[in-house]
C-alpha cells in the first residue's frame, strides 16, 4: 500500500522558514515525479512546486518563485519544500502528491497518490 507522510509543519512568524519532508512507502517512487499543493481555507488547491525524479527539472508556482525550493532525495524516497521568508498568505494545508510518471504537468492535474496534508500557519 502506498503511503506519504508529510512533516515539518507548523506556527511560524512572517519573514521565517519551514522545511516540510515528505517519506514515500510502498513503492519505489524514485523514476517518479512528485511535488506540493497547498490549500487555504475557502480558497482553490493550488500547485506550488513539482520535481522530475531525476531532480532536473522543477517548478514553482509564481506565488512562491524565488521563497520555495523543492527537491527530493530518491535513496530516502524522500521530497522536500524549503520554505524561505514565508507570508501569512502561504497559511494553508500542504499536500505531498506522488505521481504515477515522470510528469510534472500530470501532477499539476492531481493524479497521483497524496499524503495526508500538514498544516502551515504564519502569524503577521
Known amino acids: 500500500q502506498v503511503q506519504l507522510v508529510e512533516s515539518g509543519g507548523g506556527l511560524v512568524q512572517a519573514g521565517g522558514s519551514l522545511r516540510l519532508s515528505c517519506a514515500a512507502s510502498g513503492r519505489t517512487f524514485s523514476t517518479y515525479a512528485m511535488g506540493w499543493f497547498r490549500q487555504a481555507p475557502g480558497k482553490e488547491r493550488e500547485f506550488v512546486a513539482g520535481?522530475?525524479?531525476?531532480?532536473?527539472?522543477?517548478y514553482t508556482a509564481d506565488s512562491v518563485k524565488g521563497r520555495f525550493t523543492i527537491s527530493r532525495d530518491n535513496a530516502k524516497n524522500t521530497v522536500y519544500l524549503q520554505m524561505n521568508s514565508l507570508k501569512p498568505e502561504d497559511t494553508a494545508v500542504y499536500y505531498c502528491?506522488?505521481?504515477?510518471?515522470?510528469?510534472?504537468?500530470?501532477?499539476?492535474?492531481?493524479?497521483?497518490?497524496w499524503g495526508q496534508g500538514t498544516q502551515v500557519t504564519v502569524s503577521s
Open positions: 502528491i506522488a505521481g504515477n510518471s515522470n510528469s510534472i504537468t500530470t501532477l499539476q492535474a492531481a493524479s497521483g497518490y
Open positions: 520535481i522530475t525524479w531525476s531532480g532536473l527539472t522543477t
